[in-house]
């Protein structure tokens, strides 16, 4: 099937560069120089070593600037975004031509996610639709809010037909004897096509299993796509979109979008956000002011109130970066009171893959890589639910967020076998409300 999308490459990002830049220093001052920029400028990726800064063409001297002022070195590695994405598309196109694919995603007729292509949010609804039909007895699938162009938020549940918990309480007061559940997050930030493709994927891979009665003790609840108008967004217009689509607060510059990942209700408005709505890191004017996030955090709620449900794992895919990413987020200096049983299970998840196709993930704490605050890694971690996690996925930044489709299968593929080890884990070591406090 051919997906056409208008913004395969587009020609607002004319003459805009990607920068590498190195920072020598002390990680604790290359962090403080890394913030400053991202108040400033769209910074893809930052590690220990440096940093990936979108660099338009009009601020080009003043970035320069800002370097050289910073003692900052950089290296770049796209001399014109904008040709990069046209010939990424002239040659998926041509791939696209030269085969035969038997991928089919239509209506009526969508029986599992695309991996040589990307979907749009319209295929993703006729999967799911699809998926339902399929497997009416494991699978359920309804919206739970709408986005701010009223696009549908899906949350799916996959599990064993007719299966019930009974609520008891331990002296302590955890719940025992409950349904153990999972909560997976995709599609966050717009532009990070490769998360919503591997959430559809360890969706349809559980689904498979449930159906067969295969590793299937759990309820699993996925929100594939949490920002369809994002999403969509970057596939007609701006390839580079980041946030969602929510309109310019009154009385400012016309910037639209939210950072959905930086409006969560813990820690919001402090590090790595901002109050501009021109930047790409926008918080909101107050927590949980993006209809996705209210959506979200609804449902998240709804599981973690219910008498059968004992939400014992959160998982966030986001790219890139190859990372493996554990609380807390918000802070240089905070540790929870769990950390090494985070580690560990982050270890589980990053261990499992390097045998499939030889990647590395990277375990490090949330602020390790960056401090950001106001996300849902922090907001879920904060309700008490024991293991939480966000994965950046391919690559290290050789393509960031423009991996090619050539890397979906491999990533989703390998993602899933990560799943499956992180979910046994949080399953065998007590995956239940445990003391999170910040030290």
């Known amino acids: 099937v051919f997906c056409h999308y208008g913004a395969g490459w587009d020609a607002t990002h004319t003459g805009t560069q990607i920068w590498s830049v190195r920072c020598n220093a002390e990680k604790q001052d290359c962090m403080t120089k890394a913030l400053g920029m991202m108040e400033r400028w769209d910074v893809l990726h930052h590690s220990d070593s440096g940093m990936e800064v979108v660099v338009p063409f009009v601020q080009l001297n003043e970035i320069k600037a800002y370097l050289w002022e910073s003692k900052l070195q950089y290296t770049v590695l796209v001399e014109d975004l904008a040709q ?85 309480e331990s002296s302590s007061g955890h719940r025992i004897g409950l349904r153990k559940a999972i909560f997976v997050e995709g599609g966050a930030h717009g532009r990070e096509w490769i998360s919503p493709a591997t959430t559809l994927y360890i969706l349809k891979k559980q689904a498979d299993d449930c159906a067969v009665g295969k590793d299937c003790t759990h309820v699993y609840f996925f929100m594939p796509l ?59 004017t107050e927590a949980l002011s993006a209809p996705e996030v209210i959506a979200e955090a609804a449902a998240i709620q709804v599981v973690m109130i219910a008498p059968i449900y004992d939400l014992i ?47 590395t993930y990277e375990v490090d704490k949330s602020s390790g890589v960056y401090p950001e605050a106001g996300t849902s890694l922090d907001y879920i971690k904060n309700l008490g639910v024991k293991y939480t996690y966000t994965i950046k996925l391919r690559d290290r930044g050789v393509k960031g967020v423009r991996l090619p489709t050539s890397e979906i299968r491999p990533t989703v593929e390998e993602n899933w076998v990560g799943f499956k080890s992180l979910v046994e884990h949080a399953n065998n070591n007590g995956g239940s409300l445990l003391s999170h406090c910040a030290k």
């Open 84 to 168: 990069q994405l046209k010939e990424q598309h002239e040659e998926e196109m041509m791939q696209k031509a030269g085969r035969i694919s038997r991928e089919i995603c239509i209506p009526g007729a969508c029986p599992k996610p695309l991996l040589k292509d990307y979907m749009s949010f319209q295929q993703v609804e006729w999967f799911l639709l699809d998926l339902m039909k399929t497997y009416p007895k494991q699978v359920r699938a309804v919206p739970v809010g709408v986005s701010v162009e009223g696009k549908s938020l899906w949350l799916v549940t996959v599990q064993l037909d007719n299966t019930v918990g009974v609520r008891q």
């Open 226 to 284: 949490v920002n369809p108008d994002g999403y969509e967004y970057t596939r007609e217009t701006d390839r580079m979109w980041r946030k969602n689509r929510s309109k310019p607060p009154s009385g400012g510059k016309p910037c639209y979008g939210i950072n959905l990942n930086r409006n969560w209700a813990y820690k919001w408005g402090g590090y790595s956000s901002s109050s501009l709505p021109c930047n790409n890191n926008y918080r909101g």
């Open 313 to 359: 794992l959160y998982i966030s895919y986001q790219s890139f970066g190859q990372k493996v990413l554990y609380p807390w987020g918000y802070s240089f200096t905070a540790v929870t009171d769990d950390d090494r049983e985070l580690r560990k299970g982050a270890i589980a998840y990053s261990g499992s893959l390097f045998p499939s196709y030889n990647k």
